[in-house]
T-cell receptor, first 115, second 113 residues
Framework: AQTVTQSQPEMSVQEAETVTLSCTYD???????LFWYKQPPSRQMILVIR??????QNATENRFSVNFQKAAKSFSLKISDSQLGDAAMYFC????????????FGKGTRLHILP | DSGVTQTPKHLITATGQRVTLRCSPR?????VYWYQQSLDQGLQFLIQ???????AKGNILERFSAQQFPDLHSELNLSSLELGDSALYFC????????????FGPGTRLLVL
């Protein structure tokens, strides 16, 4: 079974600085998708970034970028120029590219932004 | 705003009762997924429907059931409620199935007293 592990329950970063959230996963599949979702205090689940496993190029979305290391099964999220609005719980997630395409979530990392 | 709507936003009920949570997917989305977020279990997949048919099942209790209607909205029915069923229930939708990103609704917060 696939698993997703986020080893940092909480992190803090100074406003305008850069922070990296770690995620590792375990799978025997070769075709899958990885995601980072953000959950602010409103509890809404917001997609931050998505990575297809078959793509070697790391995904980027404005201030958010990932470091995808397929062989190491590592998928970290880098947030540049951190803003107060980035404070949230961040979930790393995995989804197989097969027909049974539920998302498997990690336990989350709570990110605090220090003014 | 993801385009996925869920009602009600909050629900308070007593043990032993039955409730129905409703989800309307984004316009054009055929797949609907239900997830449960609780403090002890984290975010867990419950069940998926695609165009009216059950497609995948996760850790869904027998006391829980779901369905997707011809207009593609979905309902999650929770019966014989227990204190441990208190959680945030999310619905997500995607265009088809297999390779599409899932977009989440705002969730329904259920409190069982």
């Amino acid at each position: 079974a696939q698993t997703v592990t986020q080893s940092q329950p909480e992190m803090s970063v100074q406003e305008a600085e850069t922070v990296t959230l770690s995620c590792t996963y375990d799978t025997s599949e070769s075709d899958y998708y990885l995601f980072w979702y953000k959950q602010p205090p409103s509890r809404q689940m917001i997609l931050v970034i998505r990575q297809e496993a078959y793509k070697q190029q790391n995904a980027t979305e404005n201030r958010f970028s990932v470091n995808f290391q397929k062989a190491a099964k590592s998928f970290s999220l880098k947030i540049s120029d951190s803003q107060l609005g980035d404070a949230a719980m961040y979930f790393c997630a995995y989804r197989s590219a097969s027909r049974d395409d539920k998302i498997i979530f990690g336990k989350g990392t709570r990110l605090h932004i220090l003014p | 705003d993801s385009g996925v709507t869920q009602t009600p936003k909050h629900l308070i009920t007593a043990t032993g009762q039955r409730v129905t949570l409703r989800c309307s997917p984004r316009s054009g989305d055929l797949s609907v997924y239900w997830y449960q977020q609780s403090l002890d279990q984290g975010l867990q997949f419950l069940i998926q429907y695609y165009n009216g048919e059950e497609r995948a099942k996760g850790n869904i209790l027998e006391r829980f059931s779901a369905q997707q209607f011809p207009d593609l909205h979905s309902e999650l029915n929770l019966s014989s409620l227990e204190l441990g069923d208190s959680a945030l229930y999310f619905c997500a939708s995607s265009t088809r199935t297999g390779h599409e990103t899932q977009y989440f609704g705002p969730g329904t917060r259920l409190l069982v007293l």
